[in-house]
Structures are given as C-alpha cells and as structure tokens.
C-alpha cells in the first residue's frame, strides 16, 4: 500500500495491518522519519513538503515495485508526507514485510534510499534565520549508490 498525504499517521496502526496483508511473513522490518529540530545547528521551525500529485505518486510506485520484485517481499507499505510538518512530527512510513529478517531489513532500507534520493518532493526548511530549499546530500547517494 502507497499513500501521499497531508495528515498524520498511525505507525503501529499501519504496521498491524501489514502484519494481517501478510499472513506468511516470517519478519517485517519498519521505518519512521521525523522532522528533525535543527539542520545545520540552526532550529527549524516548520518543514515544508511540495509535490505534483500523480507525478510523485507514480514514482514511488515505481520504487515501491522494484523493491518488492528486488527482496520478494509478500508486501509493503509506504506513507509520504506532504505539507507543513513541525519538528518531530513523522515524515515517511517504510515496513516491508518478507520471509525471512535479512529480505525485510534490505527492503527498508533500499526504500529509504530510493525515496530520499528519487521521490520528487521538495522541502523546504524554515526557521529563525529564514527558509532554505533541501536537497539530497552526497551522503543520501552514497547510500542510494550501494545498491547498484
């Protein structure tokens, strides 16, 4: 299951309904980011997320399939917020269920990796000293990268 939405969400309401989609599972392994206080020492006040509708639906979609056929997951889930989101509230929502522990782990996190450096959202920070567009980081594709 994929969704883009405004409001919040409930991780262990999301990841007890993976667990019924997927009797068979042996392990789901789940991801929550949040909006983190601070970006580069300075506080972030509120982080705002951008995206056109169908465009970024299909793109993580299709990041979403490739995950799935790359670590036979029995299924997945992925929730992407968008909007105005203050500090520690949960962004993103990644659990891939699968037989067995290593397939789920890899799955997360190659879901992760693709969804920050693919998924076309744009943020922007603002705080005190004024708002700044975010980009991935060499770091973010470093990671990506791995993956081959």
Do not use: C
Request: without cysteine; glycine residues 8%; hydrophobic residues 45%.
């Amino acid at each position: 299951m994929i969704r883009l939405q405004e409001k919040p969400f409930d991780a262990a309401a999301e990841l007890s309904a993976l667990t019924e989609r997927a009797p068979g599972a042996g392990a789901i392994a789940s991801f929550v980011g949040l909006v983190r206080p601070t970006a580069g020492g300075a506080p972030v006040d509120q982080l705002e997320l951008e995206h056109y509708g169908q465009f970024t639906l299909s793109t993580v979609e299709a990041i979403a399939e490739d995950g799935q056929t790359r670590f036979n997951l029995l299924d997945l889930t992925i929730i992407h917020r968008f909007g105005r989101l203050l500090p520690g509230e949960p962004i993103v929502f990644v659990a891939a269920a699968a037989k067995h522990r290593r397939a789920a782990f890899d799955a997360a996190d190659y879901l992760m990796d693709r969804l920050k450096t693919e998924a076309p959202f744009w943020k922007r920070e603002h705080g005190p000293a004024g708002s700044r567009w975010i980009e991935p980081t060499p770091e973010d594709h470093a990671d990506r990268n791995r993956w081959g």
